[in-house]
T-cell receptor, first 111, second 112 residues
Framework: ELKVEQNPLFLSMQEGKNYTIYCNYS?????LYWYRQDPGKSLESLFV???NGAVKQEGRLMASLDTKARLSTLHITAAVHDLSATYFC???????????WGAGTKLIIKP | DSGVTQTPKHLITATGQRVTLRCSPR?????VYWYQQSLDQGLQFLIQ???????AKGNILERFSAQQFPDLHSELNLSSLELGDSALYFC???????????FGPGTRLTVL
């Protein structure tokens, strides 16, 4: 059974600091997705990672994928308050486009 | 704006009742997914439809059912509602090369 684990589940950090959220998954998959959710709002797609070694960056966020280690990271550089949100990773199940979701990482960035 | 629409935005009802949630996917997307998000259980996949046919089933209760119509909009029917069914219900659609899912704004269901 495909399982997706994120850690940490909760992260409180200061503005200006760097940090990394980890997403581990249990079986082979070639597609990994990162989403952002603001409180009470919908989920917004951030990154789609399609192959081993894929790296994508948008502003202060950078995501990478290591399919051999079954690990993706979401790195936050010089955090700002606006990045406070819950971040989810999700992995394709058997490449049939049903996504298996991590529990989410609630990120709070304090001024 | 993802291009996925959901109605209603809010729904308040009583235990034992039945409600219908509606979703219109992005133009051209053939797949529709339904999710339930409650505070204590995170994001739970319920069911997926592709071009009118059920494609995958997740943790969907027997009291819940869904369908996708020829115009590709989808409805999620929730019956014999219980207090524990109170949650945010999201619809998502996909159809691009990488099947990235785009989420609607959600329907907040409150069962009293």
């Amino acid at each position: 059974e495909l399982k997706v684990e994120q850690n940490p589940l909760f992260l409180s950090m200061q503005e200006g600091k760097n940090y990394t959220i980890y997403c581990n998954y249990s079986t082979t998959s070639d597609r990994l997705y990162w989403y952002r959710q603001d409180p009470g709002k919908s989920l917004e797609s951030l990154f789609v990672l399609l192959s081993n070694g894929a790296v994508k960056q948008e502003g202060r966020l950078m995501a990478s994928l290591d399919t051999k280690a079954r690990l993706s990271t979401l790195h936050i550089t010089a955090a700002v308050h606006d990045l406070s949100a819950t971040y989810f990773c999700a992995v394709d199940k058997d490449s049939n486009y049903q996504l298996i979701w991590g529990a989410g990482t609630k990120l709070i960035i304090k001024p | 704006d993802s291009g996925v629409t959901q109605t209603p935005k809010h729904l308040i009802t009583a235990t034992g009742q039945r409600v219908t949630l509606r979703c219109s996917p992005r133009s051209g997307d053939l797949s529709v997914y339904w999710y339930q998000q409650s505070l204590d259980q995170g994001l739970q996949f319920l069911i997926q439809y592709y071009n009118g046919e059920e494609r995958a089933k997740g943790n969907i209760l027997e009291r819940f059912s869904a369908q996708q119509f020829p115009d590709l909009h989808s409805e999620l029917n929730l019956s014999s509602l219980e207090l524990g069914d109170s949650a945010l219900y999201f619809c998502a659609s996909s159809g691009g090369t990488y099947n990235e899912q785009f989420f609607g704004p959600g329907t907040r269901l409150t069962v009293l």
